[in-house]
């Protein structure tokens, strides 16, 4: 009998070539090769399209239930959910080391088993006394969660079949390996392979699963990009480890949307819920600074207010100036510089540029491309845009201010948060007594800014 072909697989993207090279073809990342056993080709030696049973297809309009949903009882958890975890779902959670992601998991497993459910927390990265430790120290000790620390598919799955579970969650899916495959934990086969027996067997039983996964070096999922498929929800977890701040964001979402997110502030009692966003991200504005805007961004159905903060340092003929931007696309930021020097005739070009996002809160707004021209103008002119005022809008490369979603609803905000004045695309109207300078293009917003007539 031949012996079965090795290959060798990208641990990246998921790839497979049949000879070892330092740099894979298809991402271009360096030693992510692993051997692996080849898979068999089952279909080469049998017609899959005989002995199979008739499959029942419906209609489109047949009528279904609504998915019932499971409250775990974090109000910014479920927000980010949609409204909770769905019955045999299986949601996949993704942060970098020490974000946060197991003690978010823990507490959410706590107060569903406070609430009555069955959960079981399996971790394969801890022991059973380290999680239990952590569950003292966020005081849900008493809580009636199974525990376990294993990392073989087969035994787990086992376990699962004579306990009925409700919630399940899986710490993490990198360190668990299926029997059947032979490689390494970790690799594209054992995370694809074991990924797909756990999530069987919450469609079979209606469990509601939770995998966590590892995550590369630029932020995204280890693993295959097939995993994320395979999923119903995808959450990412965001934040710096320096700050306080954790948000939970929505990549893909069968049951719900992918525009909410969940706002959470590490301490002391682990994982709290922040209520008013805002507070976070705004500093102290008793005073008028120059190159500080604030403005009002728009994550799904709720605005958070941000601080846009500018510097710019004039440098002497000849010298290379620096562009450093942290929380906002570099891209986008050289497109605002080249439109205030082409349209509105500010020689930005020689001098060095800083722009930062106060807080770590990252800004995928397109609106938020006023607010950046509006800190930008007032750091290079020394002008400070007044504390009362937001500014949002979306600049097009003509220099025409672009009218953006919701702007009522930022206005409100604004105008709870004690704003009473905002500046933004031409035609929007004043709500809760704030009061609203429309302009057409940039060019106008500078002029205020600078005292032009």
Partial sequence: ?????????????????????????????????????????????????????TIALETLDAASPMPERMLCGIAEFDRALGGGFVAGSATLIGGDPGIGKSTLLLQAAGRLAKAGKSVVY???EEAAAQVRLRAQRLELGDAPVALASATSVRDILATLDRQTADFVVIDSIQTMHSDLIDSAPGTVSQVRASAQELIRHAKDSGAALVLVGH????????????????????LAFEGERSHQYRILRAVKNRFGGTDEIGVFAMGDAGLGEVANPSSLFLTDRSGDVPGSVVFPALEGTRPVLVEVQALTVRLASGATPRRAVVGWDSGRLAMVLAVLEARCGLQMGGAEVYLNIAGGYRLTDPAADLAVAAALISAFSERPVPSDAIVFGELSLSGEVRPVAHDALRL???????????????????VNGIGVTGFGRLGELVDLMLGRD
């Avoid at 709870?416 to 031409?426: A, H, I, N, Q």
């Fill in 215 to 234: 995550v590369t070096k630029d932020g995204t999922i280890a693993g295959p990009r097939v995993l994320e498929h395979m999923v119903d929800t995808v």
């Fill in 122 to 124: 399996i971790s394969g």
């Fill in 412 to 430: 409100r905000e604004a105008a709870k948060l004690g704003f009473s004045r905002g500046w933004g695309p031409k035609g929007m109207k004043g």
């Fill in 1 to 53: 009998m031949a012996k079965a072909k090795r290959q060798y697989v990208c641990q990246n993207c998921g790839s497979a070539t049949y000879r070892w090279q330092g740099q894979c073809a298809d991402c271009g990342e360096w030693n992510t090769l692993v051997e692996e056993a080849a898979e068999t080709a089952f279909s080469a030696k049998h017609d899959l399209s005989k002995g199979g049973r």
